[in-house]
């Protein structure tokens, strides 16, 4: 059995590895911590150890969490698929979507957003039919068509790895992002500075740490053999 404190412990241990062989700073990395398999009272926990960047991939669940946890100092990411019919649920409660994945969901959010919201385009890199995004090629296009969206500011782009890929194939995918964030911020466009990349999660950080990533979006390695309190 581990405590949450015994797992932030090993995952900040990695962390300062991965920084030290990057030559980076950790105040320069947003650890955002994925709680959406997770209570709110575990929630709370790692709150109460000083992480306050949370992640969650379901409308319902970033309510409940939200209502319960009652934190204005709480950033919330929204990082996971979002159905059309759900941004009116939530694109207004929270601080960054990291899953910016069609052209339809810039519209809706341009309709309902109240104002600019920090979004991170996805794009799918490995090319996987079982993942959303833009493919690498459509990305540069996607973007300059967002030219008259007041409500959408694209702060970098996100991608996921491969599941149980070999090492080299994810630090390839991750490294083609950094490239494909490179090209973006040289345009030079005022709704798209496009300078933070969203890449990382508890299998691979340390390779998309060492590969530039400035957002890390951690769950399981936060939360394993810990127990669930139920009563
Ligand atoms: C669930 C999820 C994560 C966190 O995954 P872990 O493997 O638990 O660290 C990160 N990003 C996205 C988009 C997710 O859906």
């Not at 405590?3 to 590895?17: A, C, F, M, P, R």
């Not at 345009?187 to 060492?210: H, K, R, V």
Request: aromatic residues 6%; charged residues 30%; proline residues 3%.
């Amino acid at each position: 059995m581990n405590t949450i404190e015994q797992n932030v412990h090993s995952i900040e241990d990695q962390l300062g590895k991965s920084l030290r062989e990057a030559q980076r700073d950790r105040v320069g990395l947003r650890v955002v911590v994925v709680t959406k398999y997770v209570s709110i009272e575990q929630a709370k926990e790692v709150v109460s150890l000083g992480y306050k960047d949370l992640g969650e991939n379901r409308p319902e669940g970033l309510i409940a969490k939200q209502e319960a946890l009652q934190d204005d100092s709480i950033v919330w990411h929204y990082i996971g698929s979002l159905q059309t019919r759900k941004v009116k649920k939530v694109i207004n409660r929270i601080d960054y979507l990291h899953s910016l994945d069609r052209m339809s969901l810039a519209e809706e959010i341009e309709k309902r957003a109240e104002k600019p919201v920090s979004c991170f385009v996805q794009v799918n890199v490995a090319g996987e039919d079982s993942k959303s995004g833009f493919s690498p090629d459509e990305v540069m296009d996607f973007i300059r068509s967002l030219a008259q969206f007041e409500r959408i500011t694209v702060i970098g782009l996100m991608t996921m790895a491969p599941k149980n890929a070999d090492t080299q194939t994810i630090r390839k995918t991750f490294s083609e992002l950094k490239q494909l964030r490179d090209e973006v911020q040289l345009l030079g466009l005022s709704y798209a500075p496009c300078t933070e990349l969203s890449m990382g999660m508890s299998q691979d950080y340390p390779i998309a740490i060492e590969e530039g990533s400035n957002f890390v979006r951690i769950g399981s390695a936060f939360f394993k053999n810990t127990t669930v309190d139920e009563d």
